[in-house]
């Protein structure tokens, strides 16, 4: 009897062991078009899934192609997540290159761009820089609130591929939503204590208009929405004078963008460079943004500390 218990104990934990690699290969194989995407899925799909993303930790989406091993990303997945809003113009290519038939979410399905306006039709700020450059602005995620429709969007999706897991992504997403309403609460609150006239940021690309609206931060940036578009002489010139005129004092770079035109900007403006934001893209897992609300906690952060000096 002193024997039988222990040889028991030891079929039950090797049997247990046997089946733990059979669970983990059922987890259903979701794709996300990029970085900060793939971490809002993984919140709200949890153990159920298993996310993969193609567009990586400090990669750009803007200039992103395709690699062999991408279409074979896309042929095993059973479930694709995009932006929407024209950020993943590759997209339906590389599906069509895999073969691919299964669903494509939108996870912005639901909010409205931000437009712009063209070249044609030039807005201008105070000193004259071009406030847009002729398209909707894609970056919807800088807004919380708007994070807070891609979960719910990712939530459904999930729950049809998936109805025996529906329950828990529900669970999942309002568990998120209520982290991302605290964050947008404490954001709220701390752009709420700089007065309006010193809420001005120089940026590489056109990347936080949603975040400057729903903050009321105006940033400026001499390149459009995608960092695969040139600015002109005379824009770089426009917001030079408009950085010396209003005496901005916070400017950054991001993460994903070549550093090169901001640091002629600074340069020729005679403004210090405010260190990093993550725009389009989480930091490696060692980094100061790992997932979505540590990113927008951290370029907050980053944020404030320079707009009190304007």
Same mark, same amino acid.
């Given at each position: ?17 046997? @089946?733990?690699?059979? %669970?983990?290969?059922? $987890? ?30 400090? #990669? ?13 990303? %896309? ?12 950020? #993943?113009?590759?997209? #339906? ?12 979410? %939108? ?43 891609? @979960? ?57 208009? *949603? ?15 995608? @960092?695969?578009? #040139?600015?002109?002489?005379?824009? %770089? ?40 934001? *993550? ?14 609300? @540590?990113?927008? $906690? ?13």
């Amino acid at each position: 009897m002193k024997l039988f218990r222990p040889l028991s104990a030891l079929l039950a934990v090797l049997a247990l062991a046997l @089946t733990l690699p059979a %669970v983990a290969a059922e $987890r259903i194989p979701v794709l996300a078009s990029f970085s900060i995407l793939g971490d809002i899925v993984a919140n709200v799909g949890g153990d159920r899934i298993s996310v993969s993303t193609l567009v990586g930790p400090d #990669e750009d989406a803007h200039v992103f192609q395709p690699a062999p091993d991408d279409i074979k990303a %896309v042929a095993r997945a059973r479930l694709i997540v995009v932006n929407g809003l024209g950020f #993943e113009g590759w997209m #339906e290519r590389l599906a069509q290159s895999a073969n691919y038939r299964g669903p494509i979410v %939108v996870a912005s399905a639901g909010i409205k761009a931000r437009e712009r306006v063209g070249d044609d039709e030039e807005e201008h700020d105070h000193g004259g820089a071009h406030a847009h450059h002729g398209k909707d602005d894609p970056h919807a995620w800088q807004d919380p609130q708007n994070v807070i429709v891609y @979960t719910r969007n990712i939530a459904a999706a999930l729950a049809k591929l998936d109805p025996a897991g529906a329950e828990v992504y529900r669970r999942n997403g309002e568990a998120y939503v209520a982290r991302l309403q605290d964050l947008d609460a404490w954001a709220a609150r701390q752009f709420g204590q700089i007065p309006d006239a010193k809420r001005k940021v120089i940026t590489s690309h056109d990347a936080f208009e *949603y975040f400057g609206a729903r903050y009321k931060v105006r940033f400026l940036a001499a390149q459009g929405v995608s @960092t695969d578009s #040139e600015p002109s002489a005379r824009d %770089v010139a426009a917001l030079i004078r408009q950085i010396r005129s209003e005496k901005i004092k916070a400017l950054f770079f991001e993460n994903m963008s070549n550093p090169k035109l901001l640091q002629q900007i600074a340069r020729e403006s005679g403004t210090a460079p405010g260190g990093k934001l *993550y725009a389009d893209a989480l930091s490696p897992a060692a980094g100061p943004a790992p997932d979505y609300l @540590t990113l927008m $906690r951290y370029n907050i952060t980053q944020l404030l500390e320079k707009i009190r000096l304007n």
